[in-house]
């Protein structure tokens, strides 16, 4: 890991991110817009469940494929 290695998003997790959560609130962003949380494996279930009780989860893809995308647009 090095010091700009993406680090999960759960409170005081220093753990490198594996997982991108993407979401919106519809409330405040436009339906095609993504704001992203990232997560270790120890916290991807839970963060996406808080994400999800609220409706706002609307994607859970490995940092790997999220990088890929990103890429390729």
């Given at each position: 890991?090095?010091?700009?290695?993406p680090i999960c998003s759960a409170k005081g997790c220093r753990v490198p991110a594996v997982w991108v959560l993407a979401?919106?609130?519809p409330k405040l962003h436009t339906p095609?817009?993504?704001?992203?949380w990232l997560a270790c494996e120890e916290h991807r279930e839970h963060l996406s469940s808080f994400l999800g009780v609220r409706d706002f989860l609307k994607e859970v893809v490995t940092l790997e494929e999220w990088e890929r995308r990103s890429e390729a647009e």
């Open positions: 890991m090095t010091d700009t290695s979401w919106n609130n095609e817009r993504r704001k992203t």
